[in-house]
Structure formats: structure tokens, C-alpha cells
């Protein structure tokens, strides 16, 4: 699905997820993702529901991980470009830990580590800076924001937090966006995903 | 979350999902779930995302896995009793396998085999006589199918598929119920289910 703006743009969506406690260095194990990866399952959940159809990917979407255990890392799965990339937590999980073996890059500089999948160094704030430069739109996830409308007008930016709330370094870094809501009820985050893709979709 | 009918009755909401290359007996291991367990991690997936929201649980949902691999076995979690299952894929399959280990009850008999895990012989069809024999309301998911409204009226019943179609003799036994669309593209079954709770959420 390709969307195109009123000026022919292509345009697309994004989401930013926090991982406050999954390494971005070092090593972890594939049969302990809810546990030593620090709850990496919630982002692995995130990345299937982006970017993944029945039988297909949404080729305009990307999600950028941020990784924050032990210093800070970023990867960003491009639905435009995945290869190789299977919807199951496990498989995805054998990507992320491939690439949090790897030396992180500088910040700013994002390195392809496969198909689809770069890093870079760096954490929310250089997501967001890179985001303005591109003149997106962005959006926090909260069940206590205003109601999500239907349509796209720009690329636009959905930041969500894992199973743990933004911290107060991120609130403020957030605090100049404005805030949407799915609903009063605090939902998984792939979930949360799901509807916005749902309500986007507008059909 | 509780939902009253007009009548002062407990509503609640149910999914059955097939698995149909999902082995019903003998094992299979927890790190090949998209493999040599035909992909279970599609039904994993339907269950964390019917029951479980952002630290809490789905009180009035339960999901029932229809496992069609080898024979034939039902799975059913009860969102009202579940004790111990944590929302990440391997956590669920943990918890699936051990079922699968165990002999298969009788069609119709639902044996306890952990709290708000329950088993039984049989497959779809006798899922479909038991929702009916209780007054539900069932509902097929169906990308074709008319628009899913607001509200509930009475427990709400969706049946759905994996990664694979309905098969002949499940499309014979669905083709009395209504279908239902939540819109024209064929998403994950996981985000159909989280599309069907915030739209019957209606919040």
C-alpha cells in the first residue's frame, strides 16, 4: 500500500518504540527474550504488527527500536527494503541480536546491518531531530490524548513506550508533541499499532 | 472490564482460531514455532493479543486455539482464570505443549489442565454447537464481509483463520453466520483481534 500526499509526495508511517532495558550491546539469549533481553518480546511484537500483513509487508512503514540498556542503540526495520525477516518473535529476535552483537555505529550514522535492518548510535532525541529535519509529523502515543483522526496529510510519527512509561527524560524531549488516543484503556503496544494502521488505513 | 447487557446479563467476547498444521498431540519444540509446530506463533499471538492489555488481562475474553495438525484437539484460555502465563510467544507455547503432551479428552468433555487452560477433543464444528447451544452470537472474520459495528448485545463469538484460508469443510460449516469486515486488506489474526476490542471497546 503506497500513500501519496495532495502534492504527490510518498509519503509513509513510523513508529518509534522505547526498549528501556533490552541491551544494545553485548549478547542475550533467544529463549529469554521476556526475561534477560530485558522485555525485547514487546518490541519484537511491535516490529511484526508494523510491518507485517497476512502474506505481505507494508512496504511504507518503518520502525525504529531504541535500545537502552547499557548505553543506547537504535534499529530500524524498513518495510520497503526487509528481506528475510519471518513475523515469529524468535525470528525476529535472531535479527536484533545479530545486529546488538555488531559495534554501534556513531550517532547519526545509520549502517545497514541486512536487508532492511540498519543502526545507528544514539537514542529518542536523535530519532526525533532526524524526524523535524524531514518535516514529519509526530505523535505520542497516550490513552489520555486526543482522539487519533483518520487520513494522512504527512509522513507521520508515532512514539510509544514498552511495558515500563516514558521516563522524565522523555517527557521532556515529548512534551512539544502533540498527544493521540485509541482509547482510555493502556493497551500493548502492538496493539496500539494494529488500530493506528486501522484507523489510517481508513477503510 | 465487564461488559451488562440491557438484561443484566455477564457478557463477554470469544475467539476461536484454526490452526490447521498445528500438531494436536505428541510434541514439538519451543524454538521452531513457525516451523515444525505449523505456525503456532500465529495462534500465540491471537491469544496474547485477545486477553492481554498493558498489565492487566482480558478478564471476560477467552480465545480457543483449534489445533488440527495429526487429529484433532481444542484449546481453550480463559482470560477470566488465567494464572501464571506471561504474554510472550514461548511463554504461551510452553504452556500449549504441555497440553499437547497430555492424552486428548473426550470430544465435548472440557478437562481443566492448568488454571484457565482447558482442553477438549473435537474441532471446529463442535465449537460452533456449543457457542450456539449458549445463545452467542457468532461471527466469521472476513475481509468481504460487512463492516464490524460498535457495541455488544450479546457474547460476541469471531471465528478466524491462520495463515491459511478456511478449508472446504470449514467454509460449509461458517457459511450460516454473518461475516464481518474490519477492512478490505487481510491482516495478521492478531490485529484483527485487537481491531474487533477497540472497536467493541467503542472508547
Do not use: Y
Amino acid at each position: 500500500m503506497k500513500w501519496i500526499s495532495t502534492w504527490g509526495e510518498h509519503l509513509g508511517r513510523r513508529f518509534a518504540i522505547i526498549g528501556h532495558d533490552v541491551p544494545c550491546k553485548g549478547d542475550f539469549s533467544l529463549n529469554d527474550l521476556a526475561g534477560g533481553a530485558g522485555r525485547l518480546d514487546v518490541l519484537l511484537r511491535a516490529v511484526n504488527t508494523a510491518l507485517f500483513v497476512s502474506h505481505g509487508i507494508r512496504e511504507d512503514t518503518q520502525i525504529i527500536l531504541h535500545l537502552g540498556g547499557s548505553g543506547s542503540r537504535r534499529i530500524r526495520f524498513d518495510g520497503g527494503k526487509l528481506r528475510g525477516v519471518h513475523p515469529d518473535e524468535r525470528s525476529i529476535a535472531g535479527h536484533v541480536r545479530a545486529v546488538v552483537r555488531s559495534p554501534i555505529p556513531p550517532i547519526g550514522v545509520w549502517s545497514e546491518h541486512s536487508s532492511g535492518i540498519c543502526h545507528s548510535g544514539g537514542g529518542l532525541a536523535q530519532t526525533l531531530d532526524e524526524w523535524m529535519q524531514e518535516g514529519c509529523q509526530i505523535l505520542v502515543m497516550d490513552a489520555e490524548g486526543s482522539p487519533l483522526r483518520e487520513g494522512i496529510e504527512q509522513t507521520e510519527c508515532f512514539v510509544l513506550s514498552d511495558h515500563k512509561p516514558f521516563n522524565e527524560d522523555e517527557m521532556s524531549l515529548l512534551s512539544r508533541f502533540g498527544k493521540v488516543s485509541i482509547g482510555s484503556q493502556w493497551l500493548q503496544g502492538h496493539a496500539c499499532i494494529a488500530i493506528v494502521h486501522h484507523i489510517l488505513d481508513g477503510i
